[in-house]
């Protein structure tokens, strides 16, 4: 399309055409010609020119940690047979990712040529952003014609939760005995194995067991029993009648951070996860920690107003492990003791092994919080209360501390918490 300046020349142009007439001067007649002739030559250029831009994104990683910062390359290549003019393009960035999106100005690209065009983005806020589209306009040298074009591809970017470095307090992962209850060392390490059996084409000649090979007249391989892990379920609140506040100052985005804190650290110890929140509707099940972290970064509040479903099927579906919530305290008024948020989490943890939680708040539910971490402690809970603003890792050693004995923990608990009973190695 013709620019401010390109429609001036031609007006001229149409002005010096009827003054020539006029006039009977035939110069101006051939000025006038030249002056039309200049922006429908510029027309024809940009479009030529500006359809052969091809564009393509290049960043390390399209999952970021929350504050990390990442080079983001704009790849600019002429795919036609002429070189282009000037070029001005723009990266639609979202706020999350920018203050603002970047801009350049490129003189011209050679037929074949490629320009990288660099810029950074700051992961600010958790969820899933998309960088793009990327905008396109080309213009001749004398700025009298320009074409835009808006390229459909994005490129989608995931950025976590705040997650913190925890220290210990949970305790390394255990199991209960077996009938008998012999254990036996299950860290794969050395030439420690828990049976043998026949040798099958593909597996390892060095892990062949010679002294029962010799005696049965066949090959035996020494087979290793596999690494037994624990399992941990994070319980997620995530109601909005029950947070507060807005941004990265709402309860519920400390909720998330602390139960995405808390993923990472257990997930580095080895616990099988799951994570659930009221919303859902079926037991959960074991996924990897990334899952866990991609989920955690796009959730949104729930219109739920009640934890009642969700301490029914935790109760059904618990078994060996280690329950961890992030709740904050009941709304309302009604005694802590007495709400049903409170029965519901009691009645959650009832078929775990071991039992902890994180109460978040704002400081106005301080009081409150306090009286549920009481609540729980009684009941053999290892709890703590998280303010909002206060880094996770302050208050995590909390959880180290013993329940309180006038809970109807099961006796396994009596142990490191998140265990479900002492081991005792046999060797072999």
Same mark, same amino acid.
């Given at each position: ?250 309860? !519920? *985005? ?5 139960? =995405? $804190?808390? @993923? +990472?650290? &257990? %997930?580095?110890?080895?616990?099988? #996860? /799951? ?17 866990? !972290? *991609? ?5 949104? =509040? $729930?219109? @739920? +107003?009640? &934890? %009642?479903?969700?301490?029914?099927? #935790? /109760? ?113």
């Amino acid at each position: 399309m013709p620019t401010a300046r390109g429609l001036g020349v031609l007006l001229g142009a149409a002005l010096l055409w009827a003054a020539g007439r006029a006039l009977g001067i035939d110069e101006l007649l051939v000025v006038a010609t030249v002056a039309a002739a200049l922006p429908l030559l510029a027309l024809v250029g940009v479009r030529v020119g500006g359809g052969a831009l091809a564009v393509r994104r290049r960043l390390r990683s399209d999952r970021l940690a929350h504050d990390a910062h990442e080079q983001v390359a704009l790849d600019l290549r002429n795919d036609g047979r002429l070189p282009t003019s000037t070029v001005l393009a723009r990266e639609v960035v979202p706020d999350a990712l920018a203050s603002a999106s970047p801009r350049w100005a490129v003189a011209g690209l050679r037929p074949g040529a490629t320009i990288a065009l660099p810029y950074r983005i700051a992961a600010t806020q958790r969820g899933r952003h998309h960088l793009g589209p990327a905008e396109l306009t080309v213009t001749d040298r004398l700025g009298l014609a320009l074409r835009r074009r808006r390229t459909s591809a994005t490129t989608p970017v995931l950025v976590y939760p705040p997650i913190e470095s925890l220290p210990e307090a949970l305790g390394a992962p255990q199991r209960r005995g077996s009938a008998d209850g012999a254990r036996h060392r299950l860290l794969n390490l050395g030439d420690e194995f828990h049976t043998l059996r026949e040798y099958v084409e593909g597996d390892d000649l060095r892990r062949v067991h010679w002294p029962s090979t010799a005696r049965r007249g066949k090959v035996m391989i020494r087979q290793h029993e596999l690494p037994w892990h624990a399992e941990a379920t994070l319980l997620l609140d995530t109601r909005a009648p029950a947070h507060r506040g807005a941004g990265d100052a709402s309860t !519920l *985005e400390a909720a998330i951070s602390s139960a =995405a $804190s808390a @993923a +990472r650290h &257990l %997930a580095d110890r080895r616990f099988l #996860l /799951r994570l659930t929140t009221e919303a859902d509707e079926r037991s959960p099940r074991v996924q990897d920690v990334e899952a866990i !972290l *991609e989920r955690l970064a796009l959730l949104d =509040a $729930s219109p @739920a +107003r009640s &934890l %009642a479903s969700l301490g029914e099927r #935790l /109760r059904r579906s618990a078994g060996e492990g280690l329950l961890l919530a992030c709740v904050t305290p009941p709304p309302g008024r009604e005694r802590v003791a007495d709400a049903a948020d409170s029965r519901a989490l009691l009645q959650a943890g009832s078929g775990f092994a071991s039992r902890a939680a994180v109460i978040v708040h704002d400081g106005q539910d301080a009081q409150r919080a306090q009286q549920l971490v009481a609540l729980l402690r009684a009941a053999s809970w290892r709890a703590v209360a998280r303010p909002v603003g206060t880094p996770l890792a302050e208050v995590w050693p909390g959880l180290g501390a013993r329940p309180s004995a006038a809970g109807s923990a099961p006796a396994a608990t009596s142990a490191t918490p998140g265990a479900t009973g002492h081991e005792e190695v046999s060797e072999e």
